[in-house]
């Protein structure tokens, strides 16, 4: 029994070095796997298919966003633009004949402010409303005891001071007392920071 076993063992271990010493491939008889094969459970993750599937969907996803942003963005700059021409073309339509005889008016005057500057304060008109453009109310008080018209001229000026736009504008009949208030707008593009001031103001008579 003892020479069964050892030639048993010896048969073992010509098996483990057969081929030229290179070591055989380790079977477990019970479940037939080798201690060397990976276990494809312990492993998580996608197939490269997958994985490039889920690739493809956050691109498409991301177009899509972009897509709408770049949507939103030009919807927006066109009804800007709609309510830019729209507040143009009121206020040009409602003070267009008295801006004419308004600066009829002020064309003595040359470069003189006139008598009427301290009747007059500016109110700035919201850009959401103008749709960027640069717009004041003209608050006309008549300070006098007399029913009076009114011819005014602002200037938009740049950071160094410099008129870059103006606007005139005019009130007819103002009582004692009492208040008009007509709208002065200027075209320059609101990526240009203007500042509104009263150059001339003339009260009439």
Same mark, same amino acid.
């Given at each position: ?57 956050? =691109? #498409? *996803?991301?177009? $899509?966003?972009? @897509?709408?942003? +770049? !949507?939103?963005?030009? /919807? %927006?700059?066109?009804?800007?633009? &709609?309510? =830019? #021409? *729209?507040?143009? $073309?009121?206020? @040009?339509?409602? +003070? !267009?004949?008295?801006? /004419? %005889?308004?600066?009829?008016?002020? &064309? ?98």
């Amino acid at each position: 029994m003892v020479l069964l076993a050892a030639a048993g063992g010896l048969v073992g271990m010509v098996g483990l070095t057969a081929c030229g010493g290179a070591p055989a491939t380790v079977v477990n008889p019970v479940t037939g796997a080798s201690p060397f094969s990976p276990n494809a459970a312990a492993f998580s993750g996608s197939t490269p298919s997958a994985l490039a599937s889920i690739a493809a969907s956050i =691109a #498409a *996803s991301a177009s $899509a966003v972009a @897509s709408q942003a +770049a !949507a939103s963005a030009s /919807a %927006a700059t066109a009804s800007s633009s &709609a309510r =830019a #021409a *729209s507040f143009e $073309a009121s206020v @040009s339509a409602s +003070a !267009a004949q008295a801006s /004419a %005889a308004a600066s009829a008016a002020l &064309a003595p005057l040359g470069g003189t402010p006139g008598n009427a500057t301290g009747d007059i304060t500016l109110t700035g008109v919201p850009l959401a409303t103008t749709g960027g453009l640069t717009a004041v109310v003209v608050t006309i008080t008549n300070s006098t005891s007399k029913t009076a018209s009114y011819a005014v001229r602002i200037d938009f000026t740049n950071a160094a001071g410099e008129s870059v736009d103006s606007a005139v504008v005019g009130a007819q009949n103002v009582a004692p007392g009492k208040t008009a208030m007509p709208v002065a707008s200027s075209s320059v593009s609101s990526n240009i920071a203007v500042l509104p001031v009263v150059v001339q103001a003339l009260r009439i008579p």
